[in-house]
Every structure is written in structure tokens, then in C-alpha cells.
């Protein structure tokens, strides 16, 4: 599958397999659920605040960073996002 989510876990596990010291990914993966959950509620929260203030185009890159983080989380508990994908086809 090539959809950009779907481009971003591959390179997030490809990361996360072969660790490089300059890669933020790698140090996100470093500080384990601590490091990454703690985006995840930051970047949840600037999510929030972007909707509040009604601004298209930081609503588009806080759920950016959002999702990117979220990829993170998944990757660092061995959950493929095929997975992710197949919940989701079973509920339509
Ligand atoms: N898609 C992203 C992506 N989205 C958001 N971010 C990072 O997420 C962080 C957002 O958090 P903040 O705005 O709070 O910025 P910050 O102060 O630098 O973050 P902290 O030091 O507080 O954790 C920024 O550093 C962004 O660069 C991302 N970092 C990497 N990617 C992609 O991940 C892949 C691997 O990248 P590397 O890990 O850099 O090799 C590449 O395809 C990148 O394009």
C-alpha cells in the first residue's frame, strides 16, 4: 500500500529497526512510551486549541504532527497499521 500514512509507518519502523543518531523518530523511540505519550497529549492538545481557534491550516498541521506521533506509538508496540486499517474497513 503506497497512501502517505502508509509511506510514513515504513519509514517510522524502518527507524525504529535501524536506529540513526540525528533521526527525532530515533529519539522518540529512545525515551519509549514516557517520550511518546507525552507528544501524543501535547499534540492532542495543540489539535484541540487549532479547532477552538478555527484555523484550517493549523488544524491540517496539528493533526499532522498528530498522526505522525500516533504512528510512533503503534510502531514502538509492534502494531502493524494494516491493522489500524482493518478495524476500520470492519466498521463501515
Ligand atoms: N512526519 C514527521 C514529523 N511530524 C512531526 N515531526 C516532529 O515532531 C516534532 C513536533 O513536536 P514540537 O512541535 O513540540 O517540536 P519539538 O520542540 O522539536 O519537540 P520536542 O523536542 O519537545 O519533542 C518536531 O520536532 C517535528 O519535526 C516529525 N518528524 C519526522 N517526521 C517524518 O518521520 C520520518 C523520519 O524522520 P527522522 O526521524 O527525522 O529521520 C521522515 O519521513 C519525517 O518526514
Same mark, same amino acid.
Given at each position: 500500500? =503506497? ?8 519509514? *517510522?519502523?524502518?527507524?525504529?529497526? =535501524?536506529?540513526?543518531? %540525528?533521526? @527525532? %523518530?530515533? !529519539? +522518540?523511540? /529512545?525515551?519509549?512510551? =514516557?517520550? *511518546? +505519550? !507525552? ?10 486549541? /487549532?479547532? $477552538? &481557534?478555527? &484555523?484550517?491550516? #493549523?488544524? #491540517?498541521?496539528?493533526? /499532522? &504532527?498528530?498522526? @505522525?506521533? %500516533?504512528?510512533? #506509538?503503534? /510502531? ?6 494494516? +491493522?489500524? @486499517? &482493518? $478495524?476500520? #474497513?470492519?466498521?463501515?
Amino acid at each position: 500500500m =503506497n497512501d502517505p500514512l502508509s509511506e510514513l509507518f515504513a519509514v *517510522i519502523v524502518d527507524r525504529r529497526e =535501524n536506529p540513526q543518531e %540525528t533521526s @527525532y %523518530t530515533c !529519539k +522518540l523511540f /529512545a525515551g519509549g512510551d =514516557n517520550k *511518546i +505519550l !507525552k507528544k501524543i497529549g501535547e499534540e492532542s492538545a495543540e489539535v484541540v486549541m /487549532a479547532c $477552538k &481557534d478555527d &484555523d484550517p491550516d #493549523a488544524i #491540517a498541521s496539528e493533526v /499532522a &504532527d498528530l498522526f @505522525y506521533h %500516533t504512528l510512533v #506509538a503503534i /510502531a514502538h508496540h509492534h502494531v502493524d497499521l494494516q +491493522l489500524v @486499517y &482493518d $478495524k476500520l #474497513a470492519q466498521r463501515r
